[in-house]
């Protein structure tokens, strides 16, 4: 439910992985983000490619930073084709977490053949903040509706996984 940036790209090539990391790394260490190089041998990662569900299973490398205490971790991850797919939620972090995460996403697409962002704040499309703070506060509002309705409600949570969730139910509180 909270505002979340989508994003997706194929590189350009083996350089441009690179030149990524470097660059992440570099506005991650400008920012404090706290920040660590991802380097699997064998992974498994849901995508969704023409609207179907594809599982991809082998190595995965990359690199993820934290922009917000109360964000989602931003992961550059790619599989061994050099493709990448993945979210941000931001709702919790506010307006100036979302903008630096959309600063940081028009930095490296250049380095990628194709890259898509579907930002569920708008700015990506509008650069207008108060469009962004129109969704930030709308959502905020869908939110808190939800967990007046649900006493058992709680949230935001921090997954394992490092994932924000919106709010959790107790299925067994009446």
């Known amino acids: 439910m909270g505002v979340t940036i989508h994003f997706e790209g194929q590189l350009l090539g ?13 506005l991650a260490v400008n920012r404090g983000w706290p920040f ?4 699997e041998a064998r992974m498994a990662l ?6 179907r569900s594809v599982d991809y299973l082998g190595p995965v490398t990359g690199i993820e930073v934290l ?11 790619f599989d061994s084709n050099l493709f990448m797919q993945q979210y941000c939620k931001t709702q919790f972090a506010g307006s100036e977490a979302h903008i630096e995460v959309i600063e940081l996403l028009r930095k490296v697409a250049p380095l990628f053949d194709k890259f898509d962002v579907f930002d ?6 509008s650069g207008d903040r108060s469009i962004l703070q129109g969704n930030l506060d709308t959502v905020e509002a869908m939110i808190a509706e939800a967990m007046r309705k649900d006493p058992s409600a709680r949230g935001p949570l921090r997954l394992e996984s490092g994932r924000v ?3 959790v139910s107790d299925p067994d509180a009446k």
């Open 46 to 51: 849901n995508r969704v490619v023409d609207e």
């Open 36 to 39: 660590r190089e991802i380097n």
């Open 165 to 167: 969730v919106d709010f």
């Open 67 to 77: 922009p917000h205490r109360r964000s989602d971790p931003l992961r550059f991850e």
């Open 120 to 125: 569920e704040g708008e700015y990506w499309e």
């Open 14 to 26: 083996d350089d441009k992985y690179a030149a990524v990391l470097q660059e992440v790394a570099e």
